[in-house]
């Protein structure tokens, strides 16, 4: 049964990945999601089944396309891995049940909004928005769960949840950018600790706060040191924390 289990995640996983990639293409040139066929930017050749399967289809062409040889990034086939690991281990910690594929399917939009963010400097509203949509379901569904109807439970602890986190990242980038002189946390970044909030639950506050602010100061340091700039995206550090306190609760 395992491996039975372990194999669909594993498959869900990279086509998750693979829709991830469409995304991270797509979102931020601001073309409709699924409306036309994939096609090679380069050539333009539309794709068939064949190209389309995640991982296999770039190793067996060696990295190229079959209609024009030119190079596909091996960011594509990265991606698909990156996305079925994700899901991986949330499958190891949570199981196969309807808990968990709320959370794998949160992987693609996190995957796209941590890249999108790193090229582009923008959490994209749409994505966010969405990562907003299914953490409401999820509670919609947790909700459905709890027989006693503790609404109150819920309430407080996801809803106040989103907006503590909401208000007090807005603050402290208020804080910051009179201390600094300069704009420090994008709106982006403000509605994304809203997600987490909404995710998370207002008692993980402190912990995601504290783990998304280490791993930004030591990405900013790397940012600074290869690029040479002061700007940096908090959002891969907003999105790594997410992903493991996501995990770390299903511990307790
Ligand atoms: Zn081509």
């Known amino acids: 049964m395992f491996y039975i289990e372990i194999f669909t995640v594993i498959c869900l996983g990279l086509v998750l990945g693979s829709f991830s990639t469409a995304l991270i293409y797509r979102v931020p040139k601001k073309l409709p999601w699924g409306a036309e066929r994939s096609a090679c930017p380069k050539c333009k050749a539309n794709l068939g089944v064949l190209d389309l399967v995640p991982v296999l289809s770039w190793c067996l062409s060696a990295g190229k396309c079959r209609h024009c ?13 990156v996305s079925g690991a994700l899901c991986v281990f949330i499958y190891l910690v949570y199981g196969l049940n309807i808990s968990s594929l709320f959370l ?13 963010d790193l090229k582009y400097m923008i959490l994209p509203n749409q994505l966010v928005f969405i990562l907003m949509g299914i953490g409401g379901a999820r509670l919609l569904y947790l909700f459905s769960l709890d027989e006693n109807f503790q609404t109150t439970d819920i309430l407080t602890v996801y809803i106040t949840g989103a907006f503590a986190y909401g208000f007090i990242s807005w603050f402290l980038g208020f804080v910051l950018t009179k201390v600094l002189k300069k704009n420090s946390l994008g709106f982006g970044d403000v509605k994304f600790f ?18 998304s602010g280490t791993l930004a100061i030591v990405f900013a ?17 907003l999105i ?4 493991f306190l996501l995990l770390l609760q299903g511990f307790f």
């Open 69 to 81: 040889s030119d190079e596909i990034s091996a960011v594509y086939p990265l991606t698909e891995t």
């Open 104 to 116: 794998m399917a949160s992987v693609p939009f996190l995957i796209a909004l941590c890249v999108i």
């Open 194 to 211: 809203m997600v987490a909030g909404l995710w998370l639950g207002i008692y993980a506050l402190p912990y995601f706060m504290i783990l």
């Open 221 to 237: 340091l790397g940012w600074r040191m290869a690029f040479k700039q002061d700007v940096f995206p908090f959002g891969p550090a």
């Open 240 to 243: 790594v924390s997410f992903y």
